[in-house]
């Protein structure tokens, strides 16, 4: 059986297997049609931003996945566009893990803002090495003005 006929996994863990854009278009197919995935792990792959891409267009229709791990995987400004829109449009993700990434703070800026107007995401996880206290400083400041009822965890030292 495959995944797009799963009916009973609900927890998927794919982090660590040196997963690239091919691996992400095909799970962003699985996406489209699975109805019983609630959990995916995909930390510690090679997806990038052409991966997260496709996930988030998948992820834009997708009623039934609330958690999504994306740590470590090379995706950068050009992803987080695509991430953007998710946080506009998907009504069940809960938790979305996007650590150790290829984005700056503009980057996290836009998520900020777009998590203004989700009403689902609970946890948001940005950590990265190099940011700095003026960056934490300045999310801080959009979490506060914005009133996000979210977990968002952010660290200059992960």
Same mark, same amino acid.
């Given at each position: 059986? @495959? ?11 794919? @982090?660590?297997?040196?997963? *690239?854009?091919?691996? *992400?278009?095909?799970?962003?197919? +699985?996406?489209? +049609? ?16 052409? *991966? ?79 940011? @700095? ?11 506060? +003005? ?5 977990? +968002? ?6």
């Amino acid at each position: 059986m @495959s995944l797009h006929q799963n009916t009973a996994l609900t927890f998927l863990d794919l @982090s660590d297997n040196k997963l *690239g854009f091919e691996d *992400g278009k095909a799970l962003a197919e +699985v996406l489209y +049609v699975n109805k019983t995935l609630t959990h995916l792990d995909l930390g510690c792959n090679n997806l990038g931003s052409e *991966g997260a891409e496709v996930l988030a267009e998948a992820l834009c229709k997708n009623i039934t996945l609330t958690t999504l791990d994306l740590d470590y995987n090379q995706i950068d400004s050009r992803g987080v566009k695509a991430l953007e829109n998710v946080l506009y449009i998907n009504t069940t993700l809960a938790s979305l893990y996007l650590s150790y990434n290829q984005f700056v703070f503009e980057d996290e800026k836009i998520l900020m803002e777009a998590l203004s107007k989700n009403s689902t995401l609970i946890t948001l996880n940005l950590y990265r090495q190099d940011m @700095s206290i003026e960056d934490l400083n300045n999310l801080k400041k959009i979490l506060r +003005v914005n009133s996000i009822p979210t977990s +968002v965890r952010f660290s200059m030292w992960g």
